[in-house]
């Protein structure tokens, strides 16, 4: 087989590079050539041939020794330096596609002899395996493989050679080798017969570079002429022969080159190529690399339609002409060549083709490319490509396109299985999300982008775009962020769409809702009418709906999907829809616009109703169904629960018992009403949607009608039949019944009885047939039509009686009836007798105790006396005419019981009227009657509950009140038996409603004063229902009695008028119900008599002088009724308008301030009854002034320093300025003296001539005489007057002024303050203290003027009071002085402040502060320190220089931090004391920080608990700086102390796999500071690891079969070298059941199937997986069988390997341990 290309990330896409030459590379060429040609000659047969590799891991000690023995060929091949690869000048073009040897180092074997087994092999390699890049090959120094270098190679490097291709390897000279063309020329080394190549050969270090292409032309010109011709394999498979050069060069390039990049894992793993193999030489291999073909319809190139692998790279093709004859190739390598493109068209014959090498070629596009259905791996890598524009690929899983000049996705083509896409270093990488852009464009296939796994948030971003993202990129659309890309891509659809949409019409909206799986998905296209163009027609819209694939391409049309809504299928999801929408207007199409939705999702499984209807006529009888549609949702559909209910008019829905089916018919009982269709849908998985329900209009009744009539009884005569039928029709009314007796003579039927439907037989019927009429007519009186039936002849029978039988409940009390048949007579006139008897069984009369007489009456009330016995009742039949029959008897079924309370009847007596009383009565049994309970209810219709009528209960009375007017009234009574049980309770409602009393006036009296003009009002007090428009009357009543009506007068009120004067009023009421009722007339009480009106005063005029000194009086005439006590005002007018009000009297004496004014009376009348009339008023001329004039001159007693004024008194007008003088005097003067005081003695002294005077110190004592000479104000004088005090000048009283404090010393106040009033005496102090409150306290024993504060004084204020007292002992007022500032004590202080604690991260410090030894201070910090405050600060980075503030640090103790290690910490400090005053602030600082022990707190593992998710260790840190801490991962299995490391996990990340399932992960988190100081590890766990839901449910389906088979791949080179590499997958088989596991080689036309491992789960069976390749796993039956599988995915390794783990642990019993290889 044709083994599979695999690529990795060096091969894909490589950059030319130059290097120089060395200057003796000729010769140097030269001579390895001919040391390689004897080397040929001596040591290698012509032809060789060897078995191939075989994978199977049991074949390798076959391996080991072809290795060894190849190994000895090239040693001694090997023996002098070789020359490097570099020596080759010639400038190629990087191969691309090319496969990388992984090892390097490692050397093919050869067979000893010519005598090896030829064993028949068909082996395909593809080009370039084992090929190194010419980068790599030209860093290889010239002497850099010795002879030694294959002796020192491992034996992994020589295990597995790689497959080299059987066509012969031909060498070609570089063009500037002159001297190895000579060489070649002289000396040929190698035969031609050497060019046909071995199976196994030594590789060379790139069977496609420059240098090791120039070794080979040198070696083929040297063997033979005909080297350059191309040569074939047949089904004998050859490979070429290398030099020695060769190999060394290899080995020494490869050595070199090898870099972490070169010992990456990460393969493109390409699709294996099919190859068929036979035992017939076949041809289907061609490889001419290098071989300088400029066409490929040349002579000589053979190209054949059974070629298969096609080599044609490193030529000079450039164009495809002749490549269609290639209809079966499936690998077509034409890297390297000159194609430009376009011309691919030859191509479209080559359909099996599966990869194809366009790299290193010039080609500017790609559309010509054709179709190819099976092509799975595309290289175009460095070429000139703008954009990847092309024919869709079905098959494509790997596309190179790296190292072009691609800008642009325009025309990306549709490649819906692409799984690798790489575009690096062109300049499309500039493009902001391009990644994500290609997401969008290829769709959930694309698994790595530019050679690295998708990035997590470039798919979260692509999620982000809209559906039709993808189609706007291919179109052209400039990609932009996912924010804009919504509202950008609709208007790049626009404008697209804009000249094709209908005119005068603006396209809005197109898109279309999120689609669920058999959910209604709606489309919304919105076009905006231009209002400026008048348009009648309306736009019609259609609609076609399209499935399309996992991305939004090859869209096919849903049939019948023509509508706005469509309903995605299960088969639809994860697919996209596209909605094509085409407006039509005025029957014209337009083109067509379309939306995309997002792909479908599944469904919920919950249902849905979408629409629910109710079908059918609603007319009663009638069958109505209801009819739901349902969105499933991705449920299976069932069958939903439906339920019908009633609805009446304004009530809510009630449930119709059995109604629970989708029909239902309609009875009596829903006509009327609606009826409420609820349904909810239900899965047949038994998922309930959401109810919904529909409302039908009213039922209507049917048409009445009745059917069945038929007559129940016998003919005969005396007995009662009864007409029966059944109606239908609505609710039954007064349907009427007759019937009629046959007339013998004429056989017609004559009506005798109607309205009932019983009639008894009588003796006219006897002999003859009656008939019964049935009329049906429903309540709302509709008549149908009339049904009659006809008896049998009546007969005549004798008494006698059948059927008897005791009808009621037998116990106490109750009410029995007897019931019988009576034919031949009447069971009216047979009697009953009632017996009760100890026995069950009737047996003779004898044995029966009567316990009533013989009575006509039927029924029959047990007495008291029957419990515990049976009742008998004896009938005895008669006939009307005293006929009397046999008697019969009849026995009751068992003995009479106790009854629980209960009442026998219960009913209400009274009439039903307002006032009248109701009155209960009933009839009790059960026992004695304890206290039962009444309660009387009001109902406003019969059917209501009623309200409680709480001052009645209790009572059997109830005193109906106007409230239960209209009202039904009921009374319930409870009984209740004296052991307290109750019974049932027991209702009697009245018949009718309350009817309101007979109208009547309870009161009647008038309101209103009894005044002319004053209206009157009637208050009354109705009783007798509701009040309608009563009936007034007013009346007079004279002084004689008479009485009259007033006219007009009939309303509630009355305005008395001057008619009524003197005269009695009285008003009269007939009292009207709002029924028109009418009651008796009720007269009022008379009131009056009337009085008169106001007052009024006629005239008014003043009487006497305007002249000051005189009187004025005045004259008024009155009117208004008797004249009483009028009232007067005088009033002086001034200047301004202004009054003053003077007197009310008669007369008005005139007064100096009259002068100059005006006087103004204003009279008031007054009626005798003491009415007031309106006022009356008049203002006299001005007042004249009469002749100064000094009436009185006194002199008050005077006191010092206070202003004496004279009392005097002047008349006459206006006072002027008189004239005064004062005089002092030590006596008293009398009579002339005093007249003439200024000749008076020495001893009276002039002191001033003002109208008052101020006596000074030397006026007390003596006595002060006044002359005065009035004087009015125009300077006319009066006659002098002269006074003098009737005593001395007295003191004045003691005062103080300008109270104050002053400070002498702390602590110590003095008061001051300034005396007057006589001399001091003993003056008193005293001091006081205020509160905050403003309360001011006396302090006790403080009264000196001096103070020394104390304790009790701090935070008030004082006061120093002042009492001064004069020498008399006269004491004056206390004055307080202003209040002092608040006294407080001394102000706590801080001596010191020492810090306790270590400085060292994660310590707390503590601040203690150290306080003075004064006693001050101790008793100022014991009794006045209200808090310690503390504020914490840092120290910059610098140092200890500057400190900041650290805000949220304000205690007395500070846990140090990692951010203060290498600072400085100073802590300061102020005290605060009671009064809210603080200290100067105390600070102390401590040493430089020091870290801490390292120390993780908090640890956790952070993780969704599924053995596909991430898992990180999250913990705080604390300790210094964190270096590099250590993280443990280990395994531990629930219930098992014992911990399972797992290897090279040591991150803060794990990634959990499937070999975590059932485990618990524990982090091991060992903290470590910066300086390498370790702390105590900590750990953390999970819960046990649970597996991936979608992994578990495939899981468990495939256990739970037992047998499962899973497809892989097998790597065979890599088996063989237990190494990561290249090398050839192969298809493998892998069979699993519940005993054993087996690895198959599928068969093929020429081989069987062929089983590799097997083996059973017994230990030490074990399933290994690679953490650096999620594909791999290793199957470990033992140690010499194992196999290392690959698969697609990560989820189905997954899958295998808990399949495996499922079936060994439950069918065999092997640990889980044991199946993870882990020894615990």
């Known amino acids: 087989m044709e083994a599979p290309l695999a690529l990795s990330s060096e091969d894909l896409v490589e950059k030319p590079q130059a290097s120089t030459l060395p200057k003796q590379s000729s010769s140097n060429s030269a001579e390895s050539v001919k040391r390689s040609s004897k080397t040929t000659k001596s040591g290698i047969s012509p032809v060789t041939r060897v078995s191939g590799p075989v994978v199977s891991s049991r074949k390798r000690a076959e391996g080991k020794a072809v290795s060894e023995s190849t190994l000895n060929t090239v040693k001694s091949s090997l023996t002098r330096p070789t020359l490097s690869s570099n ?128 070794l080979r032309r040198m070696v083929s010109k040297a063997s033979s002429p005909s080297a350059r011709s191309p040569s074939v394999t047949s089904g004998l498979k050859f490979g070429s022969l290398s030099s020695s050069v060769d190999r060394g060069s290899s080995l020494s390039g490869r050595r070199k080159a090898s870099t972490p990049d070169s010992r990456d894992s990460r393969f493109m793993m390409l699709p294996q190529v099919e190859v068929k193999a036979g035992d017939d030489v076949v041809i289907t291999r061609l490889d001419l690399r290098g071989h300088r073909v400029r066409s490929l319809d040349a002579s000589g190139l053979n190209l054949s339609p059974k070629l298969e692998f096609v080599y044609l790279r490193d030529n000079l093709l450039s164009s495809l002409v002749g490549i269609e004859i290639l209809k079966r190739v499936k690998v077509l390598d034409l890297s390297f060549n000159d194609f430009k493109g376009p011309g691919f068209e030859p191509l479209e014959n080559c359909k099996a083709l599966q990869q194809l090498y366009l790299a290193g070629n010039q080609i500017t596009s790609l559309a010509s490319l054709p179709q190819l259905p099976n092509l799975e791996f595309l290289s175009v890598a460095q070429n000139r490509l703008k954009s990847l524009s092309m024919a869709s690929q079905p098959r494509l899983q790997v596309l190179a396109a790296s190292k072009n000049k691609i800008s642009t996705l325009k025309g990306f083509p549709h490649l819906p299985v692409l799984e690798h896409l790489r575009v690096e270093e062109n300049p499309i990488l500039e493009m902001p999300h391009l990644e994500a852009a290609s997401i969008l464009l290829v769709g959930p296939t694309l698994k790595k982008f530019n050679d690295r796994d998708l990035a997590r948030e470039e798919q979260e971003i692509a999620k982000r775009y809209p559906a039709h993202t993808a189609l706007c990129i291919r179109d052209g659309w400039e990609f932009c962020r996912p924010e804009l890309a919504a509202d950008s891509t609709f208007r790049f659809l626009v404008e697209q769409w804009k000249d094709h949409l209908p005119p005068g019409y603006i396209l809005k909206e197109a898109s279309a809702d999120p689609p669920f799986e058999e959910d209604a998905c709606h489309c919304h296209f919105i076009f905006a009418k231009d209002r400026t163009l008048s348009s009648d027609s309306e736009l019609v819209l259609k609609y076609q709906w399209f499935i399309g694939e996992k991305t939004p391409t090859n869209f096919v049309a849903i049939a019948d999907a023509e509508g706005e809504v469509y309903w995605p299928k299960h088969e639809d999801i994860d697919k996209f829809l596209k909605i094509e929408c085409t407006p039509v207007l005025r029957e014209t199409e337009y083109p067509s616009i379309f939306a995309v939705s997002s792909p479908v999702a599944p469904g919920t499984g919950y249902p849905k109703v979408l629409n629910l209807s109710v079908q059918g006529e609603l007319v009663e009888g009638n069958v109505i169904k209801g009819f739901a549609e349902v969105a499933w ?98 609710r039954e009314g007064p349907s009427k019944f007759e019937w009629l007796r046959e007339n013998k003579e004429t056989g017609d039927f004559v009506l005798v009885s109607s309205g009932t439907a019983e009639y008894t037989l009588t003796k006219a019927d006897v002999g003859r047939h009656l008939a019964f009429v049935y009329i049906p007519i429903n309540f709302e009186g509709q008549e149908g039509e009339s049904v009659s039936v006809t008896t049998e002849i009546v007969k005549q029978a004798p008494p006698k009686v059948t059927h008897l039988k005791i009808i009621g409940d037998l116990r106490e009390g109750n009410k029995v009836t007897v019931a019988a048949t009576v034919t031949g007579g009447t069971e009216g006139s047979s009697r009953v007798q009632w017996f009760k008897t100890s026995f069950s069984e009737l047996e003779a009369e004898n044995d029966l105790e009567a316990v009533s007489t013989s009575k006509i009456a039927k029924a029959f009330r047990i007495p008291l006396s029957a419990v515990g016995y049976y009742i008998v009742a004896k009938f005895t039949p008669m006939a009307p005419d005293g006929e009397c029959g046999d008697p019969a008897y009849v026995i009751s079924e068992k003995a009479v019981e106790t009854l629980p309370p209960s009442l026998n009847f219960l009913s209400v007596t009274g009439d039903y009227s307002e006032g009248e009383i109701l009155t209960a009565s009933y009839g009790y049994i059960g026992g004695h009657e304890g206290k039962s309970l009444y309660n009387w209810y009001l109902h406003e219709i019969e059917t209501d509950t009623g309200a409680l009528i709480p001052e009645a209960s209790g009572h059997l009375q109830y005193r109906i009140r106007k409230d239960a007017i209209g009202k039904f009234v009921s009374f319930k009574c409870t009984p209740v038996r004296d052991d307290g049980t109750v019974g049932e309770p027991r209702t009697c409602l009245g018949q009718e409603r309350v009817r309101p009393g007979s109208p009547r006036l309870l009161s009647l009296q008038i309101l209103g004063r009894g005044i002319e003009g004053s209206t009157l009002h009637v208050e009354k007090k109705y009783w007798g229902g509701e009040e309608g428009d009563s009936i007034f009357r007013w009346f007079l009543i004279g002084p004689d009695g008479t009485q009259n009506e007033i006219k007009d007068a009939t309303t509630a009120s009355y305005t008395l008028s001057r008619d009524d004067i003197g005269f009695l009023i009285s008003v009269s009421c007939e009292p009207i119900r709002s029924d028109w009722a009418r009651g008796p007339t009720v007269l009022s009480e008379q009131i009056g008599p009337i009085l008169p009106g106001p007052p009024t005063c006629q005239s008014l005029q003043f009487v006497g002088s305007l002249m000051e000194g005189h009187s004025l009086n005045f004259v008024a005439s009155y009117s208004g009724g008797e004249r009483g006590k009028c009232t007067h005002e005088w009033f002086r007018v001034k200047g301004n308008g202004a009054k003053d009000k003077l007197s009310g009297n008669e007369f008005l004496d005139l007064t100096l301030e009259d002068v100059g004014k005006c006087i103004e009376l204003v009279y008031t009348p007054v009626r005798m009854d003491g009415l007031r009339g309106v006022p009356k008023s008049i203002v006299s001329d001005a007042i004249a002034p009469a002749d100064p004039l000094g009436l009185e001159l006194v002199i008050l007693d005077s006191c010092e320093d206070k202003e004496v004024v004279p009392q005097k008194s002047y008349y006459g007008g206006q006072e002027g300025n008189g004239e005064y003088a004062w005089y002092r005097s030590r006596r008293k003067l009398q009579g002339s003296e005093l007249m003439n005081m200024s000749d008076a003695s020495e001893d009276v002294l002039f002191i001033g001539k003002t109208l008052s005077y ?117 004491v004056g007022e206390l004055r307080l002085s202003e209040r002092t500032d608040i006294i407080l004590p001394e102000l706590p202080k801080i001596e010191m402040l020492a810090l306790t604690g270590k400085a060292i991260e994660g310590e707390i410090l503590t601040a203690v502060e150290l306080i003075p030894k004064s006693d001050t201070q101790k008793h100022v910090w014991d009794k006045y320190k209200k808090d310690v405050r503390y504020q914490w600060f840092s120290s910059s980075e610098t140092g200890e220089q500057s400190f900041e503030p650290l805000p949220s640090q304000r205690s007395c103790s500070y846990k140090v931090r990692l951010e203060d290690i290498g600072r400085y910490l100073r802590c300061e400090c102020i005290v605060t004391d009671v009064f809210g005053r603080s200290s100067e602030p105390a600070s102390a600082m401590t040493a430089s920080i020091l870290p801490g022990m390292p120390k993780i707190d908090k640890l956790e593992i952070e993780g969704r608990g599924f053995h596909t998710n991430l898992y990180a260790v999250r913990g705080i840190y604390t300790g210094g700086k964190e270096g590099k801490s250590r993280i443990q991962w280990l395994r531990s299995m629930v219930g098992s102390p014992d911990l399972i490391s797992i290897p090279g996990e040591e991150g803060r990340m794990y990634e959990a796999n499937v070999d975590d399932v059932s485990y618990r992960l524990v982090a091991i988190y060992t903290p470590v500071r910066e300086d390498g100081v370790e702390g105590q590890p900590v750990s953390a766990s999970t819960e046990p690891i649970a597996v991936e839901p979608d992994v578990h449910k495939e899981v468990k389906q495939k256990l739970d079969l037992g047998a499962v088979k899973f497809e892989a791949l097998c790597d065979r080179d890599r088996s063989l070298k237990k190494a990561p590499g290249a090398g050839t997958l192969e298809r493998r088989i892998l069979e699993v059941n519940r005993k054993r596991v087996k690895v198959v080689k599928p068969g093929s036309k020429t081989s069987f199937p062929a089983t590799e491992i097997r083996g059973s789960y017994a230990p030490p069976f074990h399933v290994e997986l690679f953490r650096n390749d999620q594909h791999r796993l290793k199957i470990v039956v033992d140690s010499e069988n194992e196999v290392d599988l690959m698969v697609q995915t990560r989820h189905m390794r997954d899958v295998i390997v808990l399949v495996i783990r499922g079936l060994a642990q439950r069918f065999n019993s092997t640990s889980l341990n044991s199946l993870l290889k882990i020894e615990t």
Not at 187 to 205: C, H, Y
Not at 674 to 697: I, N, R
Not at 1281 to 1301: E, F, G, K, R, T
Request: proline share 7%; aromatic share 6%.
């Open 87 to 214: 020596a080759a000048n010639l400038k190629r073009r990087n191969s691309t596609g090319g496969v990388l040897e992984k090892k390097t180092n490692s050397v093919s074997k050869q067979p000893d002899g010519a005598n090896s087994v030829v064993e028949k092999r068909v082996t395909h390699s593809i080009s370039g395996q084992g090929h190194q890049s010419l980068t790599e090959s030209r860093r290889a120094s010239l002497p850099s493989v010795s002879a030694k270098t294959p002796a020192r190679a491992s034996p992994l490097d020589v295990k597995k050679p790689p497959p080299v291709s059987p066509v012969t390897r031909v060498s070609r000279t570089s063009p500037r080798s002159d001297i190895s063309k000579q060489d070649s020329a002289r000396k040929p080394a190698v035969k031609p017969s050497l060019s046909v190549s071995t199976s196994k050969r030594v590789p060379s270090s790139s069977l496609d570079s420059s240098g090791s292409s120039s």
């Open 633 to 730: 949702c991705g449920g299976t559909p069932g069958k939903g629960v439906a339920s019908w209910l009633r609805r009446r008019w304004n009530s809510s829905p009630v449930v119709i018992v059995g109604a629970e089916d989708e029909e239902y018919r309609l009875t009596i009982d829903d006509i009327d009403s609606s009826l409420v269709f609820m349904y909810t849908p239900v899965t047949e998985e038994g998922a309930k949607g959401e109810p919904q329900y529909a409302m039908t209009d009213f039922v209507k009744a049917a048409a009445p009608s009745v059917s069945n009539v038929h007559i129940l009884g016998d003919a005969v005569e005396g007995n009662t039949i009864k007409g029966t039928g059944e109606y239908f029709g609505g």
């Open 1254 to 1370: 101020k006596p000074s110190l030397v006026d007390v004592g003596a006595y002060l005489a006044l002359y005065w000479v009035p004087t009015r104000a125009d300077g006319k004088r009066g006659e002098p007057l002269v006074a003098i005090s009737d005593h001395p000048v007295n003191p004045a009283l003691p005062v103080v002024s300008n109270v104050h404090i002053s400070e002498l010393s702390s602590g110590v106040y003095s008061g001051e303050g300034e005396y007057y009033g006589g001399y001091e005496g003993s003056s008193l102090f005293s001091w006081y203290r205020e509160t905050n409150e403003g309360t001011i306290i006396l302090i006790n024993g403080a009264n000196s003027n001096t103070y020394k504060v104390t304790d009790d004084d701090y935070n008030c204020r004082l006061l120093f009071g002042y009492t001064p007292v004069r020498s008399d002992s006269v």
